[in-house]
Nanobody, 127 residues
Framework: QVQLVESGGGSVQPGGSLRLSCATS????????MGWFRQAPGKEREGVAA?????????YYSDSVKGRFTISQDNAKKTVYLQMNSLEPEDTAMYYC???????????????????WGQGTQVTVSS
């Protein structure tokens, strides 16, 4: 049974940093794509960052987080991280980790294309 478990969320002041982790289990190999998504109350789920886990790890970012967030992987630990710097109140949301073995790169930030999801971790940015 595939499981994705996120951790690292919390409350932080604007300008602060958080590091989210997503540990996967129940799958023999590393998933081809891992992504981070977020959903704020009353809004649709949106793609934040994704990584192609093979061949050095091509990364993908939404315009809203580019330059502030960094996605990385530890294949030995089957874990993906999201380092979030210069956090803004607009970054407040539930953050979800997702994994997929088959999607194409053009859909790396499309939430509807991922097969496996974690339970989410809350990030609140407020003064």
């Amino acid at each position: 049974q595939v499981q994705l478990v996120e951790s690292g969320g919390g409350s932080v002041q604007p300008g602060g940093s958080l590091r989210l982790s997503c540990a996967t289990s129940g799958y023999t190999y590393n998933f081809k794509f891992m992504g981070w998504f977020r959903q704020a109350p009353g809004k649709e789920r949106e793609g934040v960052a994704a990584i192609y886990t093979r061949n050095g790890g091509t990364t993908y970012y939404s315009d809203s987080v580019k330059g502030r967030f960094t996605i990385s992987q530890d294949n030995a630990k089957k874990t993906v991280y999201l380092q979030m710097n210069s956090l803004e109140p607009e970054d407040t949301a539930m953050y979800y980790c997702a994994a997929d073995q088959w999607l194409s790169a053009r859909y790396a930030l499309a939430p509807g294309t991922y097969d496996y999801w974690g339970q989410g971790t809350q990030v609140t940015v407020s003064s």
